[in-house]
């Protein structure tokens, strides 16, 4: 049961380079949702998406775009990474409304 | 505008005794209300969720939460703390526009549990 999976786990970055975090979820969910946690200050929510093709700005979604290109996957990236930037990412879905959300393992990204 | 309050950022009991974590909410609505935990390097687990229908709500690993409307609170308890429990605990509250898309979470709290 392989749920929510994240790529990559870990990775170090240099300030101004961009990359991209990929979320892949089985359960054939309509909606997913990227957050970031910091410490002291629990998720936040960063972009969304109800279903494929479609995407939504959350609390915190300056220098972050999202894509939703297939149902399964939804895609985190960042064009130029900043130091504030660092964080640990969490990938979540849920099946549509009202239903509690599934979260990955995380993607811990450090920006030097 | 909804928000959610954890009360404590660090509790730590031993092991066999109850636990007890503590979060108050505001809402304009009748809210959702869940208890997220999360251990080391891992994700979010729904522990539980209160959904407008029993007060008190039981989850799983013998925890257990009671909606308090009179006081706005959801506390986290459990009778007998084990090992295992320890891991950080997330009070969760759905926005006033309704659904589970956005939810708005806690700061936590960090569990320790001692022999």
């Known amino acids: 049961n392989a749920g929510v999976t994240q790529t990559p786990k870990f990775r170090v970055l240099k300030t101004g380079q961009s990359m991209t975090l990929l979320c892949a979820q089985d359960?054939?969910?309509?909606?997913m949702y990227w957050y970031r946690q910091d410490p002291g200050m629990g998720l936040r929510l960063i972009h969304y998406?109800?279903?494929?093709?479609?995407?939504a700005k959350g609390e915190v979604p300056d220098g972050y775009n999202v894509s939703r290109l297939k149902k399964q996957n939804f895609l985190l990236g960042l064009e130029s990474a900043a130091p504030s930037q660092t964080s640990v990412y969490f990938c979540?879905?849920?099946?549509?409304?009202?239903?509690?959300?599934?979260f990955g393992d995380g993607t811990r990204l450090s920006i030097l | 505008a909804q928000s959610v309050t954890q009360l404590d950022s660090h509790v730590s009991v031993s092991e066999g005794t109850p636990v007890l974590l503590r979060c108050n909410y505001s809402?304009?609505?009748?809210?959702?209300l869940f208890w997220y935990v999360q251990h080391p390097n891992k994700g979010l687990q729904l522990l539980l969720k209160?959904?407008?229908?029993?007060?008190l709500v039981k989850g799983i690993n013998g925890f257990e939460a009671e909606f308090k409307k009179s006081e706005t609170s959801f506390h986290l308890t459990k009778p007998s703390a084990h090992m295992s429990d320890a891991a950080e605990y997330f009070c969760?509250?759905?926005?006033?526009?309704?659904?589970?898309?956005?939810?708005?979470f806690g700061a936590g709290t960090r569990l320790a549990v001692h022999p």
């Open positions: 979540a879905s849920s099946p549509r409304d009202n239903q509690p959300q599934h």
């Open positions: 359960m054939n969910h309509e909606y």
């Open positions: 998406s109800v279903g494929e093709g479609t995407t």
């Open positions: 809402s304009s609505y009748s809210p959702s």
């Open positions: 209160y959904t407008s229908a029993a007060t």
């Open positions: 969760v509250v759905t926005p006033s526009s309704g659904g589970y898309n956005k939810l708005i």
